[in-house]
C-alpha cells in the first residue's frame, strides 16, 4: 500500500511561484499514476494535472496550462507540481493522488483514485 504526503504549501502573493511535493512510501510507486487535485473552500474538489507512471503522460486542467507543471522522479518516489505565476483563484488545499492507470477521458474524475494525502494549504494573496 501507499501512503502520501504533501508538502510544499504556504502563503504567496500572485505572480509568485510555489512547488508541491508528494512523497509517497512503498516501493511500487512507478506502477501509480499520479495527480494533483485542489478543494476551495464551499467549492468541489478539482482536478489539476496528473502524469502516468512513467512520466510519459501529462493532462493539465485548462486553468492551469501554462502555468503549473507536474513531474515525476521515481527514484526519490516523489511527485511534484511546479506552480508559477499564481493567481488568486489557485487558493486552495492541494491534494496528492494516485490510481493504478489513467485515461484523457477520466482523469479528471476524483472517483478513479484510490489514494490520497492529507492535503496542503496553498493561499495566494492580491
Known amino acids: 500500500q501507499v501512503q502520501l504526503v504533501e508538502s510544499g504549501g504556504g502563503l504567496v502573493q500572485a505572480g509568485d511561484s510555489l512547488r508541491l511535493s508528494c512523497a509517497a512510501s512503498?516501493?511500487?510507486?512507478?506502477?501509480?499514476?499520479m495527480a494533483w487535485f485542489r478543494q476551495a473552500p464551499g467549492k468541489d474538489r478539482e482536478s489539476v494535472a496528473v502524469?502516468?507512471?512513467?512520466?510519459?503522460?501529462?493532462y493539465y486542467a485548462d486553468s492551469v496550462k501554462g502555468r503549473f507543471t507536474i513531474s515525476r522522479d521515481n527514484a526519490k518516489n516523489t511527485v511534484y507540481l511546479q506552480m508559477n505565476s499564481l493567481k488568486p483563484q489557485d487558493t486552495a488545499v492541494y491534494y496528492c493522488?494516485?490510481?493504478?492507470?489513467?485515461?484523457?477521458?477520466?482523469?479528471?474524475?476524483?472517483?478513479?483514485?484510490?489514494?490520497w494525502g492529507q492535503g496542503t494549504q496553498v493561499t495566494v494573496s492580491s
Open positions: 512503498g516501493r511500487t510507486f512507478s506502477n501509480y499514476a
Open positions: 502524469i502516468s507512471g512513467s512520466g510519459i503522460l501529462k
Open positions: 493522488t494516485a490510481t493504478s492507470s489513467i485515461s484523457r477521458s477520466s482523469w479528471y474524475n476524483p472517483n478513479v483514485y484510490n489514494l
